[in-house]
């Protein structure tokens, strides 16, 4: 048996899973100390169907820790950035168009060196191991511990990255440095942006990851834990330690993989409908189409791997007003909050969910009191919720013709059985966990993004080299090697660049360690 859990802005769902078999779902509200939530999910599941603690062979957590310090600006690490790049890149220093109160929270350190390569991999300047040492001495008289370091294109060759690395901790023996080249892709600012982000949250995944741990203890299960990361696979604690960016929207992908675990469909639309907000997305061979342009997190623009998701300000809490006879559903969410708000619950808030059990949709809570709101309310804002969704859908559609849409979610409830754009409406068992059983199904991962040059090699050995190194990085995420095979291969030549140059992508996926195969993976 394994457990997955899925924390939410609004609920923190969680799924006890045999094989393919779902034997126990439970859901109880979002805590604000996430922590305390997963404690009393585990004890919902036990309740609802008593199982043997050492029976479970592990359990997965999707979270909102890392996210939520990011965009709140709390928790986060005093952080240094080293660039290396001189006499190039001056005009813009790190951090440059990042929000006040994120730079306020890390605060300023920035060290500009000399370094760096060309696009065709020739040198802009050669490394200074001296410059990088006073800086590093620097970074230490300041007390700092975090250190984020990029290089001018530095996918392309990561070799001073790696340099600077071992001097920083050749002088500060307790530092944590991270890469640019293991974080993100082509584009130096947006690659350092993410470099930071993942640095300053150091500390915070160290002291996470043990509450977390702790937590599944305290329920007396002592299997091991991993952690969702944003492309639908697995990464073990230690991994999460040193990449906690790659948690970021684990939230999206997880309900997606859920998606296609439970309606079969592995090349669908999903519409995730949770109580404050919904994300619709693409799934494509079962894993969630990743974007491939530059993202927003908190007001800092990056370039690191994300899903392809569209989010939406619409949920089973958002509230419903209407001003001058126009009806508007959301962005504003009561949340959490939804048991005591809103009218079937005893409240006096006008939600989303009052409006689809007034229409008929569902039964919640009690349908007396919403009976009471006014008809053309409730037949104008049921279809403002339909035309937002039909509209996101047609959004992340790469073709005119109808998909298949697969619907997950808590307030599934808010759609009616069609929706325009759609071939068909799914709406499968345990659709309200999806986001769980997503959690509990997946399998270790690992990628490669890279630029190389086949000037003296085959594109033939680029290529193998590349699907060596994401095994290698899935089996560094806890993937049990006998099992990781390469799902994507993604190879784009650079007519720009001399030398020959190609982008390659490879991603691998392998099975956990698990004690006993148990059927858990979604091949």
């Known amino acids: 048996m394994r457990i997955g859990i899925d924390v939410g802005g609004t609920n923190t769902d969680a799924v006890l899973m045999d094989g393919r078999q779902v034997l126990a779902e439970f859901k109880t509200l979002t805590t604000p100390e996430v922590t305390d939530g997963i404690v009393a999910a585990l004890a919902g599941l036990q309740r609802t169907q008593p199982f043997p603690p050492e029976q479970v062979s592990t359990v997965m957590i999707g979270t909102t820790h890392f996210t939520n310090a990011v965009v709140e600006a709390q928790r986060l690490a005093p952080t240094a950035t080293l660039r290396l790049g001189l006499p190039a890149t001056s005009a813009l220093p790190p951090m440059t168009d990042w929000p006040d109160r994120l730079r306020g929270a890390l605060g300023e350190y920035s060290y500009l060196c000399h370094g760096g390569y060309e696009f065709d991999g020739r040198l802009i300047s050669d490394f200074d191991e001296k410059e990088v040492r006073d800086a590093a001495a620097d970074i230490a008289a300041k007390g700092i511990r975090t250190v984020a370091v990029s290089a001018v294109f530095s996918p392309v060759n990561a070799d001073m990255e790696v340099q600077a690395a071992e001097v920083l901790r050749d002088v500060i023996p307790d530092v944590s440095v991270s890469l640019s080249h293991e974080i ?62 790659a948690t970021f929207a684990s939230g999206p992908t997880n309900s997606m993989r859920g998606a296609a675990f439970l309606s079969g469909r592995t090349d669908c639309v999903v519409i995730d409908l949770g109580g404050t907000t919904s994300d619709v997305g693409v799934l494509v061979h079962g894993f969630p189409r990743e974007a491939a342009v530059a993202v927003d997190i908190a007001g800092v623009r990056t370039n690191f791997r994300m899903p392809d998701v569209l989010p939406v300000g619409l949920g089973g809490g958002s509230i419903v007003a209407a001003d001058a006879g126009r009806v508007t559903v959301g962005p504003r969410s009561v949340g959490y909050a939804i048991q005591q708000q809103a009218l079937v619950f005893g409240g006096e808030t006008v939600t989303a969910t009052d409006l689809a059990v ?28 339909q035309d937002r969704l039909a509209e996101l859908v047609d959004r992340v559609k790469t073709s005119p013709g109808p998909l298949p849409v697969v619907i997950v979610g808590g307030g599934s409830i808010l759609l009616e059985d069609r929706l325009e754009g759609a071939s068909e409406i799914l709406k499968p068992d345990h659709f309200a966990v ?27 050995d680029a290529l193998e080299a590349a699907c060596q190194e994401a095994t290698g990085k899935a089996v560094a995420a806890g993937a049990v090697a006998s099992s990781v095979q390469i799902v994507d291969v993604e190879e784009v030549p650079l007519a720009y660049l001399p030398s020959n140059a190609v982008r390659i992508r490879v991603k691998a996926v392998g099975d956990l360690p698990l004690s006993g195969d148990d059927g858990a993976t979604d091949r």
């Open 184 to 245: 993100g892709r082509v584009g130096l600012l947006e690659r350092e942006n993410a470099t930071i982000l993942n640095a300053c949250l150091y500390e915070l995944a160290r002291t996470i990851t043990s509450a977390l741990q702790r937590a599944v203890r305290e329920a007396g299960i002592e299997a091991p834990v991993y952690i969702s990361q944003n492309d639908g696979t697995l990464m073990s604690v230690d991994h999460c330690r040193q990449y906690p960016v």
């Open 358 to 385: 007034a229409a008929g949709l569902c039964e919640v809570g009690d349908p007396g009191r919403a009976a009471r709101l006014d008809h053309d309310l409730v037949r104008r804002g049921v279809q403002v919720i």
């Open 434 to 460: 999806a986001n769980a059983i997503g959690a509990a199904i997946a399998q270790v991962g690992g990628e490669v993004d890279k630029v190389v040059s086949l000037t003296g090699r085959t594109r033939e």
